[in-house]
């Protein structure tokens, strides 16, 4: 087995990722969804290991951020909903991100 894939949101995105959909502004969730998280997931399905997003440097996230990445995978990409729960792992930077875990939880089981 090899190493996990890594993506960290505030070094290959942003500090301060907002909004929905593309017409939310320049750091959205489809465009995370659709640019970083699905073909971060594809290689780490590829490859048998675990996707690791970490969330360490990320100032805040809107509902609709998380909602539309996270959820969306289930919704719109058609991944399956059991592999992401298992596959994602998500690493937070400070404790007051553990919200964020949460949440990120809930929309996908949601989804």
Not at 33 to 40: D, I, T, V
Not at 95 to 103: C, E, K, L, S
């Amino acid at each position: 087995m090899s190493d996990n894939v890594e993506l960290e949101i505030a070094k290959e995105y942003s500090a301060y990722p907002a909004g929905r959909d593309y017409a939310d502004g320049p750091f959205n969730g489809e465009k995370f969804r659709k640019e970083f998280l699905l073909p971060a997931y594809k290689l780490a399905l590829e490859r048998g290991v675990d996707l690791v997003v970490s969330l360490d440097g990320v100032k805040s996230f809107g509902s609709s951020f998380l909602e539309e990445a996270f959820g969306g995978l289930i919704r719109k990409e058609s991944v399956k909903k059991d592999d992401l729960k298992t596959r994602l792992k998500i690493v937070i930077g400070r404790p007051g991100d553990a919200r964020y875990q949460t949440a990120i939880g809930r929309y996908i089981s949601r989804a």
